[in-house]
């Protein structure tokens, strides 16, 4: 059996595909961040409830703000029920799976947000979603 007279090199590690990894992860955080700010720019004081098990997350592609006047806003446009009911039906014509996120203000009329459950409804979107915060100081309780 041969022995090595001589030693190897050390190998060195190629870190290109580790710092690509990298740049893609943080651009894709900036990217994700930009999203969440915007928003957050719609001032909704959003309700509260305690927080009792967690609710099933929606495919939501479009938000709905009613803001507490009754003004609606489609993905941050001012529409009319009527206009909100005619846009919901084309997209979910275009694609079947489409689904909303509602948010609505606390201190706004329960009978706007009805309303625009009900072009929801109108216009054939299943996946329907609410926003709500959890009220403060309250644990998280877990189903038996």
Known sequence: MPLKTQ????????????IDVVFLLLIFLLV???FHDQEREMALELPQVAEDGTLP??????????????????EREPVTLAQ?????????LA??????????????RYQRIAEVLG???TAGIREVGVSVHPLP???PTTSP
Do not use: H
């Open 7 to 18: 030693q190897t090199e050390t190998p060195s590690i190629n870190l290109t595909a580790m």
């Open 32 to 34: 994700a961040a930009k």
């Open 57 to 74: 997350l929606t495919t939501a592609k479009a938000t709905i703000n009613v803001r507490g006047n009754g003004e609606i806003y489609l």
């Open 84 to 92: 909100l009911s005619q846009r919901l039906r084309a997209t979910r």
């Open 95 to 108: 694609q079947p799976q489409f689904g909303v996120l509602v948010r609505g203000d606390a201190e706004g």
């Open 119 to 121: 072009a929801c409804r």
């Open 137 to 139: 100081g309250e644990s």
